[in-house]
């Protein structure tokens, strides 16, 4: 497994207002991803002038934001396989989130920190 891509992700019910926050630190939206579940969430993937990355994911869920770290790899069921081994839960039930452009899945450490395995079918900058 090689990992591609490593950044901060926040998942929120408030979208909007987390995106202008970082917009306001001199961050500019990259990517949005729209066919997240159906289309009930949208992911936005954000960059600085000096190539800081994080991702803002929507839900629908009524509950507190979750801060997670993004971790993109050239193959997800390895990356599975290797962080279930080491004791992560997958809440979900190995249920994962497929889109256009990626497979992607939360799973939560042992200490209780949640990282979102994530790997992409084609580039992106």
Do not use: W
Request: charged fraction near 25%.
């Amino acid at each position: 497994m090689k990992i591609t891509g490593f950044c901060p992700m926040i998942v929120t019910k408030d979208q909007e207002s987390v995106i202008a926050a970082f917009e306001a630190l001199g961050f500019e939206k990259r990517h949005t991803k729209t066919d997240i579940e159906g289309g009930a969430n949208v992911g936005v993937a954000m960059k600085d002038a000096n190539g800081n990355r994080i991702s803002i994911a929507s839900t629908t869920k009524d509950r507190q934001d979750i801060t997670s770290i993004q971790i993109n790899v050239d193959n997800f069921q390895e990356a599975y396989d290797f962080f279930i081994g080491k004791g992560f839960i997958d809440p979900r039930g190995s249920k994962t989130t497929v889109t256009s452009s990626d497979q992607a899945t939360m799973l939560i450490a042992p200490s209780g920190f949640p990282v979102v395995i994530s790997e992409h079918f084609r580039d992106r900058d």
